[in-house]
């Protein structure tokens, strides 16, 4: 079959899309994070992960949503500013106390990471991170070898 999932038994990974975050550029004024949240709502998309970045004048939300092609089409038919690019989701299985092993394989691979923030959802019952690295395949790469879980969009929005 054309589209079936295919999983690699070395990563236990299903292949599918990769997590793709929403930043949307909100006025720095009370109510506008609210706004957007209960426009997705209403919409019927749920917010996954969520990291907020304030300056004086403007705001940079960043947000996992568990469908991104329809917040897409909602802040364009709505006229609100955003771009969006590909994370690198990674489940620790063993929660914060996995972190710097995680961390350390990375920066033993020599590969930075922009941002990072927690997922507000545990799919599958374990802590989840999403990464903006500076190489996103070598990334997904390097964490698979090193034993972890690299999430697809597929994972989230079940």
């Known amino acids: 079959?054309?589209?079936?999932?295919?999983?690699?038994?070395?990563?236990?990974?299903?292949?599918?899309?990769?997590?793709?975050?929403?930043?949307?550029?909100?006025?720095?004024?009370?109510?506008?994070?609210?706004?957007?949240?209960?426009?997705?709502?209403?919409?019927?998309?749920?917010?996954?992960?969520?990291?907020?970045?304030?300056s004086i004048d403007v705001t940079v939300v960043r947000l996992v949503a568990s469908d991104p092609d329809a917040v897409e089409t909602i802040f364009i038919e709505k006229g609100i500013p955003f771009s969006t690019n590909?994370?690198?989701?990674?489940?620790?299985?063993e929660g914060a106390a996995q972190l710097p092993d995680c961390l350390r394989a990375l920066v033993n691979a020599e590969t930075n990471i922009h941002f990072i923030y927690p997922l507000l959802t545990r799919p599958n019952g374990k802590s989840?991170?999403?990464?903006?690295?500076?190489?996103?395949?070598?990334?997904?790469?390097?964490?698979?070898?090193?034993?972890?879980?690299?999430?697809?969009q597929e994972d989230l929005s079940r």
């Not at 006025?27 to 209403?42: D, K, P, T, Y």
């Open 128 to 152: 989840a991170l999403a990464m903006c690295l500076e190489d996103h395949d070598f990334g997904q790469e390097v964490l698979m070898k090193a034993g972890y879980r690299v999430l697809k």
């Open 86 to 93: 590909d994370l690198c989701v990674v489940e620790l299985d």
């Open 1 to 54: 079959m054309e589209n079936e999932e295919q999983s690699d038994p070395n990563t236990d990974t299903v292949e599918g899309s990769p997590v793709r975050q929403v930043a949307v550029f909100l006025q720095n004024r009370s109510g506008a994070l609210l706004s957007i949240v209960e426009l997705m709502r209403a919409n019927h998309v749920l917010v996954l992960g969520l990291s907020v970045q304030d």
